[in-house]
């Protein structure tokens, strides 16, 4: 009976864990979207020249009514030629009127002119060109995937990123006003199961008292103390 109660007891632990786990969820969700979207928001800012170049590349290309794949294949071997404003697109999404870019954020750029000082001090002008396929992915995958409209300038791309961080914000409060009700009546539920399944277990649990042998007769104890039977 004893590990019933305990069942009952670890039950409701359980269930009150994963509503309090699955409201941090929805919290943490929308903090990771308004910190990606501002993000985002600044690496458009700190790379803005490169972002309108690249928006009026692709506009210019559509306004000379170079098709979709066509503009892909100049863009790719634009990029095997080192154009750096080719190398900036990671994807194109014509039919949405947006493209893809990779672009470093803000103190990045340092980092990466450090890297390439450091590596012409120590390696010799031979490199091979595994190194470098290595070291131009590994800056790609540093760098943030960001989706940009060509219907818009590079300062106004910024702009509807920091209007979602905001939304999401708002989203966010909404959520926790929300969930916060829900979990407490969600306590309250368990709580209240628990209270009435342990005074059920205790019920159960109250010790049977055994019956006397002369129980099963009719009797009496009289006022002397005697024990009489019929």
């Known amino acids: 009976m004893t590990t019933r109660v305990q069942d009952r007891k670890l039950a409701a632990v359980k269930k009150l864990t ?3 786990s699955e409201h941090q969820s929805r919290v ?11 993000r985002k928001a600044q690496a458009i800012e700190a790379n803005l020249d490169k972002v309108e170049e690249a928006i009026a590349s692709v506009n210019s290309l559509l306004y000379q009514g170079v098709d979709w794949k066509g503009i892909d294949t100049m ?29 470093a954020e803000e103190g990045a ?91 059920k277990e205790k019920q159960l649990l109250r010790p049977v008292r055994q019956q006397m042998w002369f129980e099963k007769f009719y009797f009496f104890i009289s006022t002397d103390g005697y024990l009489v039977l019929g």
């Open 18 to 20: 994963s509503a309090r």
């Open 28 to 38: 943490n969700a929308l903090q990771s979207v308004q910190t990606l979207n501002e």
């Open 75 to 103: 863009i790719s071997n634009a990029r095997r030629a080192g154009n750096p404003v080719a190398e900036l697109v990671g994807g194109l999404k014509l039919a949405e009127g947006i493209i893809t870019l990779l672009l």
């Open 109 to 199: 750029e340092a980092d990466e002119e450090s890297d390439e000082e450091d590596r012409d001090v120590s390696e010799s002008e031979e490199d091979s060109d595994d190194d470098e396929v290595a070291s131009k992915r590994k800056k790609e995958q540093q760098k943030l995937r960001i989706d940009v409209k060509l219907a818009l300038s590079g300062w106004a791309n910024a702009r509807e990123y920091y209007s979602e961080k905001k939304t999401a914000a708002v989203k966010e409060e909404r959520t926790i006003q929300a969930s916060t009700k829900a979990l407490k009546s969600t306590e309250r539920k368990v709580l209240t199961d628990l209270k009435k399944g342990l005074n």
